[in-house]
């Protein structure tokens, strides 16, 4: 691959691994056929192209774990990297403790291979706002700042 702004060639390894849409594979409105996934490696990566699907496959959970830390990490221009781990850990326990509570309370077992099946109602999104408004009766919200000029800033809808 050559980039056209600068000139510069790029080499690297493209997989392609088919897979027939069985249950968990197939679409919603399709109900049989076959699912191209395209796969592009460095050149030092030799992996067998039948173990590339499982491979990625395990590695989604991790990625969509950063994603959604992502969403309730706390944002610092501190240098300090305590600190900023420290933003990282809570985000953690965050998202853990909404995948908890989603597992332990909201689910109900089911027949079948997965055993159990959880409320789609109780998103991510809504457990941070409940966390907002719990620390917000604990720790009174603050909607306006006094400045040094005898001005006040005021900020409207929280």
Wanted: charged share 25%; proline share 1%; with cysteine.
């Amino acid at each position: 691959m050559t980039d056209s702004a600068t000139g510069e060639k790029c080499t690297f390894r493209l997989y392609a691994v088919s897979k027939y849409w069985k249950k968990r594979y197939r679409r919603r409105k399709k109900k049989h056929g076959v699912q191209y996934m395209y796969y592009a490696t460095g050149n030092g990566v030799n992996i067998p192209v039948e173990r590339m699907f499982d491979l990625y496959r395990q590695r989604f959970g991790i990625e969509s774990s950063y994603r959604t830390m992502k969403k309730s990490r706390g944002r610092t221009s501190s240098k300090s990297a305590v600190l900023r781990l420290l933003h990282i850990l809570v985000s953690f326990v965050i998202q853990n403790e909404w995948v908890y509570i989603k597992w332990q309370y909201l689910s109900k077992t089911t027949r079948g291979r997965y055993g159990k099946k959880y409320d789609t109602r109780f998103t991510y999104f809504r457990m941070r706002q409940f966390l907002r408004l719990a620390l917000e009766m604990v720790y009174s919200a603050v909607n306006s700042v006094q400045m040094k000029n005898g001005r006040s800033v005021t900020i409207l809808g929280g």
